[in-house]
């Protein structure tokens, strides 16, 4: 998404809300299942993809249809663990960050900080494999989506800061 720039087609919005995350860097305060269903939201192919899913659940291996679902379901978890890495300072979430089961907030700010780099949010585990695909596949959104910024508009944070640490 961080290379996407057609914002002028049906999905344009969303891709635009999407960078806002590269200049609004704490999120207006919501509750956890809010924020999973505003970020999940967002995520048009997952209805497809679930639907998808859902068809071919007959003639699905188990552990092929539990994979596919897993997926559907951690990609969602993968938005809350993005807010709560910009906007949590609880406990349980630097724990579970900690622990590798959510992003670190020192590993997401990598992504801030250097361009094309870190894309992962859910933990950052596969960063070494997606980093790799970025630099040879794509340019980076600083030198390339981030240059719209003029024209987006969010929500002002709330918040004491607009840093990630």
């Known amino acids: 998404m961080d290379h ?15 960078h806002l995350h590269h200049k609004l860097l704490v999120y207006p305060e919501h509750t956890l299942p809010m924020v999973y269903f505003l970020e ?11 639907a998808g899913v859902l068809a071919l659940a007959p003639w699905l291996p188990p552990f092929v249809l539990h994979t596919l679902t897993y997926l559907a ?15 949590s300072k609880s406990r349980t979430a630097l724990l579970l960050a900690k622990a590798g089961l959510l992003l670190r907030k020192q ?7 250097k361009d094309n780099t870190c894309y992962c949010f859910l933990n950052g585990m596969a960063d070494p494999l997606v980093n790799r695909i970025a630099t040879t596949w794509f340019p980076g959104y600083k030198s390339n989506t981030d240059l719209d910024f003029d024209g987006y508009q969010g929500a002002p944070a ?8």
Not at 77 to 84: D, G, M, P, Q, T
Not at 107 to 113: E, G, I, L, M
């Open 4 to 18: 996407a720039d057609q914002y002028t087609s049906f999905v344009g919005p969303f891709m635009a809300k999407f």
């Open 40 to 50: 999940s939201g967002a995520k048009i192919w997952l209805v497809f993809f679930q």
């Open 73 to 87: 379901i951690w990609s969602s978890v993968a938005e809350v663990s993005r807010y709560l890495c910009h906007n």
């Open 107 to 113: 590993h997401h700010a990598t992504h801030h900080q």
């Open 158 to 165: 709330k918040g004491p800061s607009t840093t990630i640490r």
